[in-house]
């Protein structure tokens, strides 16, 4: 697992300006600083919305006076369909796509504290679905298209966790680590970085350098997107709050 200790952000990243950046699964509680930053380097922003609520109208008014352009879709990534017209979407919008950040929470599994093994199977096939599927779809697209881009999957415990999200936490985060290192060493002759955020394996204090919310989360993948941070793939980042 990895912390920012010798990460140093920078207040303006120019090279981003016009990168083409797919952001999936916002919602009220993840997504929005992340948005912002990548609206504030005047990228070009592709904003999947689990649900079009008020506040998601709002985000892509607070975004678009920032980013040079700006798109929202909503609805849920479930069959494969979903992500491959999501991806179909980007690309008719802009042409393909330099960055992608996937945003997933963590579901308790059916049964909660009591639930069986295959229940909690389930719940972490649940977290990561959606994120790899579009992995899988965005990375075979820059290829295509010979992008040097970047992927970043962030996993999340919801607000007020409780010990059932944990379990499928901890274990998403260790499927999510091996997947992140595999994909990195096959995609990195290509040029594309993949890296992951998730839960700290353990709730306590956070060390020096962890990242410690969204804001920080937001700083690092500016910092991963951008030739700064061109060097860093196959990274497991953990997160201390929510």
């Given at each position: 697992m990895t912390t920012l200790e010798g990460i140093e952000?920078?207040?303006?990243?120019?090279?981003?300006?016009?990168?083409?950046?797919?952001?999936?699964?916002?919602?009220?509680?993840?997504?929005?600083?992340?948005?912002?930053?990548?609206?504030?380097?005047?990228?070009?922003?592709?904003?999947?919305?689990?649900?079009?609520?008020?506040?998601?109208?709002?985000?892509?008014?607070?975004?678009?006076?920032?980013?040079?352009?700006?798109?929202?879709?909503?609805?849920?990534?479930?069959?494969?369909?979903?992500?491959?017209?999501?991806?179909?979407?980007?690309?008719?919008?802009?042409?393909?796509?330099?960055?992608?950040?996937?945003?997933a929470t963590v579901p308790a599994p059916k049964g909660g504290a009591a639930a069986r093994e295959s229940d909690v199977e389930e719940a972490v096939s649940e977290t990561l679905s959606a994120a790899c599927l579009m992995t899988k779809i965005a990375t075979n697209r820059m290829r295509l298209t010979m992008t040097e881009g970047h992927v970043l999957t962030i996993v999340r415990l919801p607000k007020k966790p409780t010990s059932a999200h944990r379990v499928v936490g901890a274990l998403a985060r260790s499927a999510l680590a091996n997947l992140t290192r595999n994909e990195a060493r096959e995609w990195a002759p290509h040029g594309i970085q993949i890296n992951a955020i998730a839960p700290a394996a353990v709730s306590t204090m956070a060390p020096f350098g962890a990242l410690t919310g969204e804001p920080d989360m937001a700083s690092l993948a500016l910092h991963l997107s951008s030739g700064e941070g061109r060097d860093l793939t196959g990274l497991m980042f953990e997160c201390y709050g929510e």
């Open positions: 952000f920078a207040s303006a990243y120019p090279d981003l300006l016009g990168k083409r950046v797919l952001i999936t699964g916002i919602d009220n509680a993840q997504g929005v600083d992340i948005a912002r930053a990548f609206a504030e380097q005047r990228t070009r922003l592709i904003l999947h919305v689990n649900e079009m609520t008020p506040e998601m109208e709002v985000l892509g008014e607070i975004v678009s006076q920032g980013a040079l352009d700006v798109r929202l879709f909503d609805g849920p990534i479930g069959p494969t369909d979903d992500a491959v017209k999501l991806a179909r979407q980007t690309v008719q919008a802009f042409g393909g796509v330099d960055i992608v950040i996937n945003l």
